[in-house]
């Protein structure tokens, strides 16, 4: 557990389960018993690890017999994850949900490391010297029509 945080320890658990089944149903309260945390830090940790971007869905239902359901998305093939991606990404998006993307592709065997440190570099903010919603645009664009030439990729 050196250099991890309680968050990294967290995301860690709910990833080994998720190895083992295709979902977990959890409740905020018990999770944060086990890690002797406040039920914030697993909303922090569902909500910042466990997002689309990162290739998963979460439901969850309030009240007494409340839960917290996390979905790891199965996809059919490469090119299914692509467009699903490119559906996502919608019209803009942040740096940061972009490296989360590519983070997932890379974790995904989609692309490879080289590949994913090109197109980090052209997600940078850096890159874009213009008011944050026409970045968010452009950066939008550039992605989806990276994912769209992933699609049409000859074999190596």
Known sequence: MDNQNLSDIIEAYLKKVLKQQEQVEIRRSEIADLFNCVPSQINYVINTRFTI???YLV???RGGGGYI???KVQLLDDIEKLETLIEIIGNAITEK????ILNTLFEENIISRNEAQ???AAMEKSVYPV??????LLRANILKNMLLNLKYESPR
């Open 53 to 55: 971007q990162h290739g």
């Open 59 to 61: 439901e969850s239902k």
């Open 69 to 71: 359901r996390i979905i």
């Open 97 to 100: 949900d972009a490296f989360s």
């Open 118 to 120: 090109i197109m980090a």
């Open 131 to 136: 008011e944050p919603k026409l970045e968010k």
